[in-house]
Each structure stands twice: as C-alpha cells, then as structure tokens.
C-alpha cells in the first residue's frame, strides 16, 4: 500500500522572495516548528557555491555551512534536504552523509543538462545521501523524452522523482499523463513527488489529485508555509496537512505550522507579495515564462489582447527559457505589422495649413482649465486630443497604443462626432477608425519614444504641413507631482525613465519648431 509523505520547501523556494535572507532565529524557529508538526521532510534551502557562507541564509556554498547553523538542534525528526541547482554547487562542496546534518540532496535541472544532472546525482549518491531527481518545467519533455530520462533514472535508482510544473501550466488531465508514466516505468521503490505552483490556482487541487490514485509507489507532496514562493507561490502546507489529517489518517500537528503564518509569513508577504495575478495567469495560459509577460506589460502601451498575440510569436524551448532580445524584436514587429494607411490623404487635406491645438492626459488640463478653455474660445484651431479623452470641445482623438484605447473606447463611444485617428498597431473595438496611419512610418528610431504619441503626432502634423502647433496638458513627467489628470491614465515607470522620455521628447519639440511654430498653452517640462 502506498504511503503518502510531505515535503516543505518554505526556506528554500520561500527564499526566492527574500534572497533566502530570513535571519538565523527565524530559520531555526521554523525548523523547530516544522519538525513538531511532523512532516516527514523538511528542505532547509540551496547548495549553491557561488555564494559566500551567511548564519541569516537559506542558500549556503557548502554542506557544511548547514551543520553549523543547526549545530544546535538536538531533536531532529524530519529528514532534512537542500537543493542543488545543476551546474551551481561542485561536488567537492558537498561532505560525506555520515557527518552532516542533510540527509538528502534534491537536484533540479533544465532538459538539455539531463544526463548530465543524473551523472551528478549518482556521485552525490556515492557520498551516502538520499537522492531525489527534480523534473524542472516538465512540460517541455515529450513523452519520449521522458521516458529517456526514466532509463537514465533507473539506472541510479534514486530516492525519488518529483514532476515539477514550474510555471503552474499544467491542468489535472496533463499532471496526470506526466504521472503515469513515471508509475509505470520507474523502478519499484522509487518515491513520486509533486512540486506545483500556483499560477491557475491549481497547485492544492491538483497535488490532491495525484495523492488520490492508485500506485504501488510511495507518493511525496511538496508544501509551503501558507503557499510561500516565487511569483504565484505553491501548494499550502497548512491545506496538505489537513486534507491527509482528514483523509489519509496522518497525524499532522497544523498549529506549528500556524505559528510559522503568523510570526513569519504574513510578514514577509507585506514586504514581498506572492500569489496569483494577472500576468501570471497571461503567462501560464500562454505557456511561457512569466517575465515575457512582465516586459511587455511594463511598456503601459499594450492590452492585454495585443500581449497574448506577440506571445503567440513565441515557440519550442524558447516559450520557458526567457530571452529578452527576443521579446524586444517580437514587440516591434507586431506594432509593425499593420502598415496600411486609410483616409490619410483626406486628414492631412483637413489639417493643412490650419491651426491646431493638440490636448494632452497631463494634470494642468485640471490646474490650468480655464486657460485651454479660453484659448479654444478665441482661437480658431482644429483641436485634437492625444492618448485621452477630457471634457473639451474636440474635433478628433488620436490614439497611438491599445492599452489607452482599451481605456478610453468607451468614452469615444458617448463623443459620437468625435472623428478617431488612430496609429496601425491599434485595432478597433467598435467598427472600423475614421483614419488609420501607418504605424511605422510614425515610429520613433529611439526604444524610449519608439511608439510615443506625442512625437507620433508630431510627424503627423509635419506630413500635414499644418500652419502652427499649440500645446496643452503636455506636462513632462514629475516625480514629485501628479502626472495626469485622470489617476486611471498613470503609468508606473521607473522615475529615471520618465525623467529620460522627458528630455527626449524636448529635444523632438526643438527638432520639430524648426518646421512649425510650436507654443505651449499651459506649463510644461518640455519648455
């Protein structure tokens, strides 16, 4: 009959939110702590030889820098384990069993490293330790190469395999298939683990699941304390442990570890947030790594549409193995793939040389009202608002990246004559644009002002040949002041960027008053 065992790993993956810096008396309680509870395996952190020895760590160079931080634990139940990222630790940083506090060494790898990393695990095996292989984005193995890396397995024999979906893809019926194929052809007395995370809120449920079947292996459950982990964190230890106290008839004691949420946990979460959001569930249903969902969102021009179809431009080994180039070329070929220009020759013959007064989202559109409404008063200008919507008297929008549309289609919706020019990387949520420009010939060559409306708009009014520019709610940004009028229109930029985008686009506003005359209505940076 199976036995079903459980491993946390807070120290360890935890670690991954605090740079394992959670201090000496807060690794040793919640050893203690865990260790009372009964969990059959604890994971103290990483063996990783490319950092230098540090009592308030969770990540260590060698196995013996764990003996003399626990040098003081008399009464150890748990079977204790560190992890070896591949390629990180050397064998000669890791001592004989027989005199060291671990008891065993888990060692994750990516699937190219995999004869290497069972090569490895056979030496470390050598050395008296228990041995479990960890099969990191197991998604990306076929199922012949998995049953290659099975043969290479059970030629070590080790202590256990883990199935780790390490970006929390896969769903009951893939976890599964995973499954049976290690039951079926690993060898007898090899323990199966599961290591989820939690990007569709599945880590608990899915863990449950395979704890459910029916196996003559040996069933290991990996937990955090209150789900603690990178990103979207993992299964809760505190769930695992009262589902197997309820259903499997253990004998968990779920206080300690309700200690550890109170004293510990819930501290770092306020400092270092984990758990599900919406990158993370864009990034999991596209099967990619999350810090391709991370680039894109952080440039504030796309929606969430327009990411999941650049992550469509994503394939093979390179969906889970992030590459930042290529993220980069992906973003400007897909603002560049709608090239056609429609009733342009008609917008410029409108705009020609007349007058024309473009509005910006800034917060002296508030400050400063009285003077853009006296100027639209008395100045006969076209009056054309950029990126926004606000309660003047406008004659077109322009809009110049998905995500403002995306915010603000519902306010063009109620200006019915309110004329749409729109740049070509932004696609229509209601009927076609009045006027679609071609999106790279607007482009700026610098990555800061690549898809910048302003500076769009600025060629524009040039191709146009308009008589004279003025400028309101063109602000620059500030760090210290609100930057828009609407707080819903912010952006979140690093202040060194925007102080950069900032004299950027003061030097294409000198650039451009050397073709027309450009003033500014109310205060801005850009002077």
Not at 21 to 39: A, P
Request: glycine share 6%; net charge negative; aromatic share 12%.
């Amino acid at each position: 009959m199976k036995n079903i065992q459980v491993l946390d790993c807070s120290l360890r993956d935890g670690g991954y939110l605090n740079d394992w810096n959670f201090g000496k008396h807060t690794i040793i309680d919640t050893f203690n702590r865990l260790n009372n509870s009964g969990v059959e395996f604890i994971e103290v952190g990483f063996l990783d030889d490319r950092r230098e020895f540090d009592s308030d760590r969770t990540i260590q160079p060698t196995t013996e820098c764990y003996d003399k931080i626990f040098e003081n634990i008399e009464n150890k139940k748990s079977c204790v384990v560190a992890m070896i990222d591949y390629g990180t630790c050397s064998i000669d940083n890791i001592g004989e069993c027989a005199s060291s506090f671990i008891d065993g060494i888990r060692i994750i790898f990516k699937k190219p490293n995999m004869r290497k990393a069972v090569e490895f695990a056979r030496r470390v095996k050598e050395k008296g330790y228990l041995v479990f292989l960890q099969l990191v984005s197991i998604t990306s193995y076929s199922d012949r190469d998995l049953l290659d890396f099975i043969d290479c397995a059970n030629e070590i024999q080790p202590y256990g395999v883990s199935i780790v979906d390490t970006y929390g893809l896969m769903h009951r019926e893939k976890m599964l298939h995973y499954f049976y194929l290690l039951d079926t052809n690993l060898v007898n007395g090899t323990i199966i683990g599961f290591h989820s995370h939690n990007n569709f809120q599945l880590a608990y449920s899915n863990t449950i699941e395979l704890l459910k079947l029916n196996t003559s292996h040996n069933l290991l459950a990996d937990g955090t304390v209150f789900g603690m982990g990178k990103n979207a964190g993992n299964a809760p230890l505190e769930l695992l442990c009262m589902y197997l106290n309820e259903n499997e008839g253990k004998n968990y004691n779920v206080n300690h570890i309700l200690e550890i949420i109170d004293l510990t946990a819930l501290r770092i979460l306020k400092e270092h947030p984990w758990g599900y959001s919406l990158p993370l569930f864009v990034a999991s249903s596209n099967d990619c790594h999350p810090n391709y969902v991370t680039a894109l969102m952080d440039k504030g021009t796309l929606s969430i549409g327009s990411i999941n179809e650049i992550l469509k431009g994503l394939s093979g080994d390179e969906k889970l193995n992030y590459n930042a180039e290529l993220i980069q070329e992906l973003y400007r070929n897909y603002q560049k793939t709608k090239l056609c220009d429609k009733n342009k020759d008609e917008l410029y013959s409108a705009l020609n040389n007349k007058n024309i007064l473009l509005i910006g989202p800034g917060f002296s559109l508030l400050k400063e009202k009285e003077k853009i409404d006296d100027f639209i008063a008395k100045k006969n200008a076209i009056v054309i608002s950029v990126n926004c919507v606000p309660e003047f008297p406008l004659d077109y929008f322009f809009v110049g990246n998905s995500k403002r549309y995306s915010l603000l289609s519902s306010l063009c919706s109620v200006k019915k004559q309110l004329k749409i020019i729109a740049s070509s990387n932004v696609s229509s949520l209601d009927g076609e644009f009045d006027y679609l420009l071609n999106f790279d010939r607007l482009a700026d060559d610098n990555k800061l002002l690549f898809d910048n409306a302003l500076v769009m708009m600025l060629k524009v009014l040039k191709e146009a040949k308009i008589s004279r520019l003025f400028l309101a709610g063109f602000d620059g940004f500030s760090k210290t002041m609100a930057n828009y009028y609407n707080d819903f229109m912010s952006f979140d930029g690093e202040p060194e960027r925007l102080e950069q985008v900032t004299d950027l686009i003061r030097e294409r506003i000198s650039e451009f008053r050397k073709i027309y005359p450009i003033e500014f209505v109310t205060s801005s940076y850009y002077e």
